[in-house]
T-cell receptor, first 118, second 115 residues
């Protein structure tokens, strides 16, 4: 999982500020997933993106959260007007473009970005 | 009903014993299952994947899948203190099996291996 790069690793924001989390997938991977992990909970799916396309954002809160994966550059998870409840670990994962197989297709997680809202 | 359920623990076992971690899932059509290990403050690390009924062994780890009972388990033989972590079970629901890896995670089971 060392190949998926996330930054910043730790981010502190005051209530009402914006948080931007960046994710560079592993080389050759064109699919990116964002997951959120609240304290003492499992990971919750947020959004799945391919280059320039949001494929599934069913786990994204309806307001203040957005994600993009431009043609060039990293994927960005943006949280506007952060609140204390946004404090969590945000994990990015990537997978190769060869999808659709039950066997052998796994995703690779980055080290995570820990957001603290004060 | 949660889609993937695990006992939160902690599960405490002595060093050298077998640790047994269990997971149930609600989507009967789920085809792919994964066990991740997560140390505190770290990202999940894939330990095992399993797709067919039965057992799959890898070193000290054995994953077991019973689709009829919608049950997945992970056995850790010769448990070591370094195995102390949270173990996350994840499933890919049927609707995504032919598309992309939308993992549905359980809340995790904390394992404590004491010397």
């Amino acid at each position: 999982n060392a190949g998926v790069m996330q930054n910043p690793r730790h981010l502190v924001r005051r209530r009402g500020q914006e948080a931007r989390l960046r994710c560079s997938p592993m080389k050759g991977h064109s699919h990116v997933y964002w997951y959120r992990q609240l304290p003492e909970e499992g990971l919750k799916f947020m959004v799945y993106l391919q280059k320039e396309n949001i494929i599934d954002e069913s786990g994204m809160p309806k307001e203040r959260f957005s994600a993009e994966f431009p043609k060039e550059g990293p994927s960005i998870l943006r949280i506007q007007q952060v609140v204390r409840g946004d404090s969590a670990a945000y994990f990015c994962a990537s997978s190769p473009p060869e999808l659709g197989q039950i066997a052998g297709n796994t995703i690779y997680f980055g080290e995570g970005s820990w957001l603290t809202v004060v | 009903q949660k889609e993937v359920e695990q006992n939160s623990g902690p599960l405490s076992v002595p060093e050298g014993a077998i640790a047994s971690l269990n997971c149930t899932y609600s989507d009967r059509g789920s085809q792919s299952f994964f066990w991740y290990r997560q140390y505190s403050g770290k990202s999940p690390e894939l330990i095992m994947s399993i797709y067919s009924n039965g057992d799959k062994e890898d070193g000290r780890f054995t994953a077991q899948l019973n689709k009829a009972s919608q049950y997945v388990s992970l056995l850790i033989r010769d448990s070591q203190p370094s195995d102390s972590a949270t173990y996350l079970c994840a499933a890919v629901p049927l609707v995504f099996s032919g598309g992309y890896n939308k993992l549905i995670f359980g809340a995790g089971t904390r394992l404590a291996v004491h010397p």
